[in-house]
């Protein structure tokens, strides 16, 4: 194991853990209910990790990425039910990323939004054909960085820290109306959704495809899951925290995504501002990479195509174009002109439905000692695992209902 | 053998992914062809890939909408070519020469070959 590449890994994840959805939900969340759903996503970000440490697994065992499997387990048609609904869930949330990323440029330069989306869709399209994988996944990870400022201005912002602790600790806040209560449970499901993301476990288990892990690789994997997936979550709890500080008590809504950068603002002013709007910037554009990417590699699994970035783009042809065509429907999707804050909304809702397709496969062939022999799942990590899997059922479920009855949080 | 063991074999094959002799996927398993006569026992002969194999293994109306959008090709790919079964089926030979690659090669036509790190 390699110290460097480890702290480089673990970074990267740290930097690229939080996307629109996290940031949008996390702000609202503080500014609602306080410090009250730190502990969802605390919950949500363990989920995370027991379920991307074990596509990484997987993947560096089996040398097969999450979807060649899931066929292989989920067979034919359910497997192309999943494949769908993934695709369909993973490109609302690259339009969502796509918006988020042109919202911020209109911040940052006050161009045209959709100009910058265009010319945002152009760029990822560059970046993506130019860089190798390895390259793509520290620059926006490493860049997205930029957003320790959240965790800085909550020194600056003077937190309660034991009332910040006090958050960790499961809990419903008391006296809430049955409409309040409704608008809880709705934020509870997003943040869940938001966290444990599909497309994160995709693009997971074929980035340890495409840096050739192998099981040398499944302490680096481990580490890289459980420190950066854990650090990345405290600066989403940071930015939930601050809000619950300058925007709760204030009745202020953070319903754009720009909103949240005014944490860092209020306490180091111009410069604050900006590295907040830098981080969100290359956050979100690098969750824009990945939902991507995830899609065209989940595309080119289930067919059984050439893909990976480690390559020439036209060594995989057919994943390229993919990849292309994608980030062109994303685009278009954002030109219909349907609001960012709706694109999120969606993404967080479809994502949820999709989950427990995504993660029953998964969960099968981690445990199956035939398959993985003893780096099959060992007794918490199967806890763990279906505990989570029941979870998001139960929030799949519970996901529509919610959604409809509060009108997406609002009450 | 065990008496499940031809069944096995198949439900085990299907869907996995192959990759040539050079080392790129080209294509999963998508069907199997045996050979063999009634109450005698069957011998597996080929795999064939492409959506043309679907056929049989989705409903009518999901079939002819991959038929419009994918196509009917199909491949097929004799059990003398196969060097392992594991996680993926490893192939002795390249890709091209089972005309498993046509798609991907008539793809990579559309596509510059410059400006990639």
């Known amino acids: 194991m390699n110290p460097l590449e480890l702290t480089l890994g673990i970074m990267t994840a740290v930097g690229g853990f939080v996307d629109i959805s996290e940031l949008v939900f996390a702000a609202r969340a503080g500014s609602t209910f306080g410090f009250a759903l730190i502990w969802v996503f605390a919950f949500s970000t363990v989920g995370i990790v027991v379920f991307s440490e074990m596509s990484g697994r997987v993947a560096a065992v089996a040398k097969q990425p999450v979807f060649n499997l899931m066929r292989h387990r989920l067979g034919l048609e359910l497997g192309l039910v999943t494949l769908v609904a993934s695709v369909i869930s993973n490109l609302i949330t690259c339009a969502a990323e796509i918006g988020g990323v042109a919202l911020m440029l209109n911040y940052l330069l006050g161009l045209s939004y959709v100009l910058m989306a265009v010319a945002m869709t152009i760029a990822l399209i560059v970046s993506i054909w130019v860089l190798p994988f390895k390259w793509i996944e520290r620059a926006y990870g490493l860049l997205g960085l930029f957003m320790i400022v959240f965790a800085a201005a909550l020194f600056a912002n003077h937190a309660p820290w034991t009332r910040i602790a006090g958050g960790l600790v499961p809990q419903v806040p008391r006296g809430l109306t049955t409409k309040e209560m409704l608008s809880f449970g709705y934020f509870c499901v997003a943040i869940v959704s938001a966290v444990m993301f599909p497309y994160e476990v995709y693009f997971y288990s074929s980035g340890g495809i495409e840096e050739e892990w192998g099981p040398k690789d499944i302490l680096t994997n481990r580490l890289t899951s459980i420190l950066g997936m854990g650090l990345g979550s405290l600066l989403a709890i940071a930015i939930l925290a601050n809000s619950?500080?300058?925007?709760?008590?204030?009745?202020?809504?953070?319903?754009?995504?720009?909103?949240?950068?005014?944490?860092?603002?209020?306490?180091?002013?111009?410069?604050?501002?900006?590295?907040?709007?830098?981080?969100?910037?290359?956050?979100?554009?690098?969750?824009?990479?990945?939902?991507?990417?995830?899609?065209?590699?989940?595309?080119?699994?289930?067919?059984?195509?050439?893909?990976?970035?480690?390559?020439?783009?036209?060594?995989?042809?057919?994943?390229?174009?993919?990849?292309?065509i994608l980030f062109l429907a994303a685009l278009a999707i954002v030109l219909t002109g349907v609001d960012v804050m709706t694109l999120v909304e969606f993404a967080v809702l479809f994502s949820i439905l999709v989950l427990p397709l995504t993660y029953l496969p998964l969960l099968l062939l981690s445990g199956d000692r035939k398959f993985m022999g003893r780096y099959a799942n060992g007794a918490v990590t199967k806890w763990l695992g279906w505990f989570y899997f029941w979870i998001v059922c139960i929030a799949a479920v519970a996901a529509l209902p919610l959604y409809f009855l509060t009108s997406g949080g609002n009450g | 053998m065990k008496p499940d063991g031809a069944i096995k074999l198949v439900s085990e094959l299907l869907d996995l992914p192959l990759i040539d002799s050079n080392g790129r996927y080209c294509g999963i398993v998508d069907d199997v062809e045996l050979k063999g006569q009634a109450g005698k026992p069957l011998r597996l002969e080929a795999l064939l890939v492409g959506p043309g194999a679907y056929s049989g293994r989705l409903p009518r109306w999901a079939m002819s909408l991959l038929r419009m959008t994918a196509g009917d090709r199909l491949t097929r790919v004799p059990l003398g070519q196969i060097?392992?079964?594991?996680?993926?089926?490893?192939?002795?030979?390249?890709?091209?020469?089972?005309?498993?690659?046509?798609?991907?090669?008539?793809?990579?036509?559309?596509?510059?070959?410059?400006?990639?790190?």
């Open chain 1, 244 to 324: 619950a500080i300058l925007f709760g008590p204030a009745n202020v809504d953070p319903a754009i995504p720009g909103t949240a950068a005014l944490e860092a603002a209020i306490p180091f002013g111009k410069w604050g501002l900006i590295l907040a709007l830098l981080g969100m910037f290359f956050a979100v554009a690098g969750a824009a990479v990945e939902t991507c990417l995830a899609n065209a590699y989940s595309i080119a699994q289930f067919f059984g195509w050439a893909w990976g970035r480690h390559k020439k783009p036209w060594e995989a042809p057919r994943f390229t174009l993919t990849w292309i």
């Open chain 2, 83 to 117: 060097r392992t079964i594991g996680a993926a089926v490893e192939l002795k030979v390249p890709g091209e020469k089972l005309g498993l690659r046509k798609t991907e090669d008539r793809v990579e036509g559309w596509l510059p070959k410059r400006g990639a790190l």
